[in-house]
């Protein structure tokens, strides 16, 4: 119904930027909000940032507020994902996530229908 690419990701010092990018086609216009998750070797799926797509809210959890931002084009149907101050604990495989049952900006997976196939993110010191 939805389908989504992951690009952007790929290798960085310490303390520099990235920004990812989320394509959605298909049935986009039934998605009520896009997320941001992550995942590390030997640890769980982690959330990261979400946004309404049909609005302007965000959330963000601790480890990243303040460092990355959300944003969309919806004439693109693009979601973004600038992250600065990059630390070597954000490297991960890093997926987008559409929901397209609900306008809550809620952190568990769990919510989510439709993901991308990832792309990868290493940071090192």
């Known amino acids: 119904q939805v389908q989504l690419v992951e690009s952007g990701g790929g290798l960085v010092q310490a303390g520099g930027s990235l920004r990812l990018s989320c394509a959605a086609s298909?049935?986009?216009?039934?998605?009520?909000?896009m997320g941001w998750f992550r995942q590390a070797p030997g640890k769980e799926r982690e959330f990261v940032a979400a946004i309404s797509w049909g609005g302007s809210n965000t959330a963000y959890p601790d480890s990243v507020k303040g460092r990355f931002t959300i944003s969309r084009d919806n004439a693109k149907n693009t979601v973004y994902l600038q992250m600065n101050n990059l630390k070597p604990e954000d490297t991960a495989v890093y997926y987008c996530a559409a929901d397209t049952t609900s306008y809550f900006l809620g952190g568990s997976s769990n919510a989510y229908d439709y993901w991308g196939q990832g792309t990868q993110v290493t940071v090192f010191a």
């Open positions: 298909g049935r986009t216009f039934s998605t009520k909000a």
